[in-house]
């Protein structure tokens, strides 16, 4: 008979990730997003967890370094077990108009264009900020916008 002894995966998020971006597993919260336990893993296949979701419109916006402690303890524990400090930075960025064409309102901003002629590319009305600084550099460099034809 053969045992395969599965590991377990603890983490707790101690302070950087923005606001509506829980730790979950799939696609269930636990522990108000603070923490979360999987038993999932072995050497030959790791376990994971995934950090996704929609940053709340209320987000701190920039750079972030985000602590997560993890551990291996089969109680769930991240003060027990082998033991890891995780830290990484999460960028949040806000896209903002530049400006060019005439403002119509804090979310418009509008160009005439004479018949025939082509639109410039969307990335030219659009950039991002932190809430301080703005600039294209934080577009990723196969960013691509586009516009949609509307149907009628």
Known sequence: MII??????NIKQISGLPAELPLKDGNTVINNG???????GSEANPATATITG???????LGTNVVTLKVSDDATGSVDKGNQVTLKFKVKTYDLDFEDRGTRVDDNTRSDVLGL???????????TTTDGTNRGDG???????????????
């Open 54 to 60: 929609t940053v709340a419109s209320n987000a701190t």
């Open 138 to 152: 934080n577009f990723g460099s196969d960013m691509k916008f586009r516009y949609l034809k509307r149907k009628y």
């Open 34 to 40: 603070n923490t979360l336990s999987k038993t999932s």
């Open 4 to 9: 395969i002894q599965l590991g377990k995966i």
């Open 116 to 126: 025939n002629a082509q639109s410039l590319d969307p990335n030219y009305y659009l």
